[in-house]
């Protein structure tokens, strides 16, 4: 098939929801400490990162408002995204806890935790 440059950009995100206790517990269990505090206090030291940080960039999704799904990606384009896993017969895979170890291992084995 031909280029199309309006269908050559894939988001890669999963938009299964995922709360932030759910998701706090899975760093937890890769053995990363966290102390809980109001949004207003996370947000105020989120406010505080500078553009050297590898996630300056997404900042805006957290200092914007607030949700509790974290998977939330209505403000990401993933249409193509999501066409393609369906061409596939695929869907996105549910956020369990299996797969968030997954993650969390794999960002211990490049040394990101």
Known sequence: SRYQPEHAVFNLHNPEPLSWSDYVHAFREAGRQFELVSVEQW???LK???SQNALF???GFYLDGFEEDIGDISMIEHRNTLNGI???GEQY???TPALLRRGCDYLKEIDFI
């Open 93 to 95: 895979p549910q956020k």
């Open 57 to 59: 960039g997404v900042l």
């Open 86 to 88: 369906r061409r596939m």
């Open 48 to 50: 505080r990162v500078d």
């Open 43 to 45: 947000q105020a030291q």
